[in-house]
T-cell receptor, first 114, second 112 residues
Framework: DTAVSQTPKYLVTQMGNDKSIKCEQN?????MYWYKQDSKKFLKIMFS???????INETVPNRFSPKSPDKAHLNLHINSLELGDSAVYFC?????????????FGPGTRLLVL | RKEVEQDPGPFNVPEGATVAFNCTYS??????FFWYRQDCRKEPKLLMS???SGNEDGRFTAQLNRASQYISLLIRDSKLSDSATYLC?????????????FGTGTRLTVIP
């Protein structure tokens, strides 16, 4: 009965490749997020979607493209991977983007670009 | 300037000790405050919300000082299982949505 799940858990790939990370939540939440946690453990928001609509798009290279087919899913596609993309990517969800409620995180996807 | 600043530690304390973490935030309009806990190679999880009047949850006490834009977390009677990174989290309303900003975390190791 995992609340927020992500696949894959680990991803090792070469520079220049394109890869996708999938996220699903079964909490019935309206809002989902992608965060990046770098080697210094700094957790920074990348995108936020509410009921399939983009509401936050921080300064992220346009090689990163989120897609939300429905409110329970938020996938992240990354084109032309670079060394600096190596990080842990966390998906999260919360009940309502309009208020700062608890966010529930997935287990993370550890991406290593060689 | 970062939205949230924390002392990264590490804090190494013996079992049973009391330890306190501090955090400052830059946006005076922030309304919601939290402490999250992140274990090694795991996802962050909510430890507790921080209320204006201060609040306690078992061995954990959180305090908020809005005037100084300062948040604290006190852990009493430390257990080995408290070893983790503690993230100070503050909301800010930006680009039409409530956005949570995370500090870089304070690492705690409780030693037997």
């Amino acid at each position: 009965d995992t609340a927020v799940s992500q696949t894959p858990k680990y991803l090792v790939t070469q520079m220049g490749n394109d890869k996708s990370i999938k996220c699903e939540q079964n909490l019935g939440h309206d809002t989902m997020y992608w965060y990046k946690q770098d080697s210094k453990k700094f957790l920074k928001i990348m995108f936020s979607y509410n009921n399939k609509e983009l509401i936050i798009n921080e300064t992220v290279p346009n090689r990163f493209s989120p897609k939300s087919p429905d409110k329970a899913h938020l996938n992240l596609h990354i084109n032309s991977l670079e060394l600096g993309d190596s990080a842990v990517y966390f998906c999260a969800s919360s009940q309502d983007w309009r208020v700062a409620t608890t966010q529930y995180f997935g287990p993370g996807t550890r991406l290593l670009v060689l | 300037r970062k939205e949230v600043e924390q002392d990264p530690g590490p804090f190494n304390v013996p079992e049973g000790a009391t330890v306190a973490f501090n955090c400052t935030y830059s946006n005076s309009a922030s309304q919601s405050f939290f402490w999250y806990r992140q274990d090694c190679r795991k996802e962050p999880k909510l430890l507790m919300s921080v209320y204006s009047s201060g609040n306690e949850d078992g061995r954990f006490t959180a305090q908020l000082n809005r005037a100084s834009q300062y948040i604290s977390l006190l852990i009493r009677d430390s257990k080995l299982s408290d070893s983790a990174t503690y993230l100070c989290v503050v909301n800010a309303f930006q680009t039409g949505a409530n956005n949570l900003f995370f500090g870089t975390g304070t690492r705690l190791t409780v030693i037997p």
